[in-house]
């Protein structure tokens, strides 16, 4: 079993709806969530980062982080087509260099 | 320009040739990483590094090398390369900051193929 569990989909919405991703985990000692977004052809982009459990809003999107489920969520309001990518969900524990990543979730967006 | 650049963005190779990809950023970030990407695989740590004199292997360092030749300077070599070492490559950098992990940022990677 991995690390980090990740459905890679893919996932297609329409634009103006909500993208919902999300991750699971077995890592009890993971404190540090993380998500990436990635475009074809070029290297992850960290889009948000947070620490322990809760909500964290950046604009269009909300990461939440539920330790006692051992899952993350993304949620993407008003989707945008430039939205279209691959998704990917990172975490590590304190003072642990190794990011565990899931397999990512690609995204399109139909305008 | 980019923060995080790597060179070459992409080759094409044949098996047993000797292969190197560079990595140098301007974040001023004193760790630096090398991943792989595969389909369906994620991410998978080679090498890192946290600062000139500190080189550790990662999760899948056989059949790979690094040298870390300045903060700024990062570089990946393939010895003999193989067809399953087909991927694209990226280099990260991190600051670091005690107690606190903090977030990786990534170069633009290398797709590299190996015939």
């Known amino acids: 079993q991995k690390e980090v569990e990740q459905d890679p989909g893919p996932l297609s919405v329409p634009e103006g709806a909500i993208v919902s991703l999300n991750c699971t985990y077995s890592n009890s000692a993971f404190q540090y969530f993380m998500w990436y977004r990635q475009y074809s052809r070029k290297g992850p982009e960290l889009l948000m980062y947070t620490y322990s459990s809760g909500n964290k809003e950046d604009g269009r999107f909300t990461a939440q982080v539920d330790k006692s489920s051992k899952y993350i969520s993304l949620f993407i309001r008003d989707s945008q087509p430039s939205d279209s990518a691959t998704y990917l969900c990172a975490m590590s524990g304190t003072n642990d260099y190794k990011l565990s990543f899931g397999a990512g979730t690609t995204v399109t967006v139909r305008a | 320009d980019a923060d995080v650049t790597q060179t070459p963005r992409n080759r094409i190779t044949k098996t047993g040739k000797r292969i190197m990809l560079e990595c140098s950023q301007t974040k001023g970030h004193d760790r630096m990483y090398w991943y792989r990407q595969d389909p369906g695989l994620g991410l998978r740590l080679i090498y890192y590094s946290f600062d000139v004199k500190d080189i550790n292997k990662g999760e899948i360092s056989d059949g790979y090398s690094v040298s870390r030749q300045a903060q700024a300077k990062f570089s990946l070599s393939l010895e003999s390369a193989i067809p399953n070492q087909t991927a694209l490559y990226f280099c990260?950098?991190?600051?670091?900051?005690?107690?606190?992990?903090?977030?990786?940022?990534f170069g633009d990677g290398t797709r590299l193929s190996i015939l």
């Open positions: 990260a950098t991190s600051d670091s900051v005690q107690g606190r992990n903090q977030p990786q940022h």
